[in-house]
C-alpha cells in the first residue's frame, strides 16, 4: 500500500509547488557521478538505469538523451509523471515512466537494472517502506551494476537541527515540514552507512551542500552522497 499521506503531500506539492524547482536539468552531483562511471569505463548505450523518484524527469531524460540508456522512472505523485512524460516527448526521448511506490516491492526482474539513482527520493519514506527500497534496490541490480544515493544530512545542517528541535516526526530523526506536512528523515554519517552497508560496499562517501526553496526563502541543506556496488554473497 502506498503510503498515501505522504503521496498526497507531494502531489499536492507537483500541482502547487512550494519546495520542489521546475529545473530540468541534472544536478551537478549526477553529472558528477556520470563522470565517475565514464572513469570507470563503464558503457551507457543499452545499458538500464533505474531512477527512483524520478520527479519531473530532470536526471531519467537526460541520461536517456545525452547517453542512450534505457530509463524506467519510478515516481508515485501523477502530475510529476504527467509532467516528466510530456518533456520526453518534447525531445524525442523514449522513457519509462512508472507511477509506484519506491516503497514497496519493485514490479521488476532480478538483477534487471545496471544502474539505480535515488536522488533525494528516499527521504520521504519510513522505516518499514525503507528496508523494503533497500532489499528491492540490492535484488533488482545486477551485480555489478552501481547504485547513486543523494540524501539528507543531518551533519552540520543547522536547519535540519532546527526543523529536528521545533517539528519532530515520530520516527527518530524525521521532522514534518511546517505548512506542507510532509515527513523527511535526515541521517548521520553512521546510521547511513550502517543502512546501505547491509546490501552495498560503498565506493566513495561525500559531502554535499545545496539550497532548498521553501516558500519564497532559501535554506542551505547538507546531503550525503554515496557511490554503491552490490555486496556480493
Ligand atoms: C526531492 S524530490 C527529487 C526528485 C528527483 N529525484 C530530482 O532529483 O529532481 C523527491 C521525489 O521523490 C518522490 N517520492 C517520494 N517518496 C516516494 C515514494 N514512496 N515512491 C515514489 N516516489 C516518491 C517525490 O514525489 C519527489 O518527486
Known sequence: MINSKQQKIWEQEYRNPQLV??????????LRFLKFLRKQGFVFENSSV???GSGTGRNANHIAGVYGARVV???????????????????DLSVDYR???????FSFTDKSFDIILDITSSNSLNR????????????????????????????GDVNAKNLLKKFSGTEAGTYVM???????KVFTREEIIELYQKYFT?????????????????????FWIMYLRKRIG
Not at 519510478?74 to 509532467?83: H, I, Q, R, Y
Open 21 to 30: 524547482t521546475k529545473d530540468s536539468k541534472p544536478q551537478a552531483c549526477t
Open 50 to 52: 533505474l531512477d527512483l
Open 73 to 91: 522512472g519510478m515516481e508515485f505523485s501523477g502530475t510529476a509523471v504527467k509532467l516528466a512524460k510530456a518533456r520526453a516527448q518534447e525531445s
Open 99 to 105: 507511477q509506484a511506490s519506491i516503497g514497496e516491492k
Open 128 to 155: 518499514n517502506e525503507r528496508e523494503i527500497y533497500l532489499a528491492e534496490c540490492a535484488r533488482v541490480l545486477k551485480d555489478d551494476g552501481y547504485f547513486f544515493v543523494r540524501a539528507l544530512s543531518l551533519e
Open 178 to 184: 511546517p505548512g506542507i506536512g510532509l515527513c523527511e
Open 202 to 222: 560503498i565506493l566513495k562517501m561525500d559531502k554535499d551542500t545545496g539550497y532548498t526553496k521553501f516558500q519564497n526563502q532559501s535554506y542551505k541543506r547538507n
